[in-house]
């Protein structure tokens, strides 16, 4: 078993693995923590109570949405990514579609083919918006 530490020092344990060599035709829903080094011709969610944690290696490809609470991409992304927690793009990351996150780490080298959209608390935006009036004319 190996570990993943987070920006917040807690360690998530990685307890599924997709293999270099294996390719899954089909979603992926998973618990916990999971790696992939392999090939996903499918969507990647994580179910449950808690957020997972999902780590795509260098050589991992995806192909199809991923929605995780925390997200490590070095590899090779075609489809939107939603980490409802945190998103570490690495240096040799390749994603091709949108990109949401509640916190975003990118390295030198990543790269994203498609829109970065903040997913922040837009309640506290709403309780700041500022009307204008128009001005009085002459």
Same mark, same amino acid.
């Given at each position: 078993?190996?570990? *993943? =530490?987070?920006?917040?020092?807690?360690?998530? =344990?990685?307890?599924? $693995? @997709?293999? =270099?060599?294996t390719?899954i035709?089909?979603? #992926?829903? *998973?618990? +916990? &923590?999971?790696?992939?080094?392999?090939?996903?011709? &499918?969507?990647?969610?994580?179910?449950?109570?808690?957020?997972?944690?999902? #780590?795509?290696?260098e @050589?991992?490809?995806?192909?199809?949405? @991923?929605?995780?609470g925390?997200v490590?991409v070095?590899?090779?992304?075609?489809?939107?990514v939603?980490?409802?927690?945190? $998103?570490e793009?690495?240096?040799?990351?390749? #994603?091709? &579609?949108?990109?949401s996150?509640?916190?975003?780490?990118?390295?030198? +080298?990543?790269i994203?083919? &498609?829109?970065?959209?903040h997913?922040?608390?837009?309640? $506290?935006? =709403?309780?700041?918006?500022i009307?204008f009036?128009?001005a009085?004319g002459?």
């Amino acid at each position: 078993m190996s570990f *993943f =530490a987070n920006k917040s020092n807690k360690a998530s =344990a990685i307890d599924s $693995l @997709i293999g =270099a060599g294996t390719t899954i035709n089909g979603d #992926v829903n *998973f618990t +916990g &923590g999971l790696r992939v080094d392999g090939v996903v011709k &499918g969507n990647i969610k994580a179910v449950g109570d808690k957020p997972g944690t999902l #780590v795509l290696s260098e @050589i991992a490809k995806v192909e199809g949405e @991923i929605d995780v609470g925390h997200v490590v991409v070095n590899g090779t992304v075609a489809g939107p990514v939603r980490a409802k927690e945190y $998103l570490e793009l690495l240096p040799k990351a390749r #994603v091709t &579609g949108d990109v949401s996150y509640k916190t975003i780490e990118i390295h030198v +080298g990543a790269i994203v083919m &498609g829109r970065m959209i903040h997913e922040g608390e837009t309640r $506290l935006l =709403a309780d700041k918006v500022i009307e204008f009036k128009p001005a009085l004319g002459n």
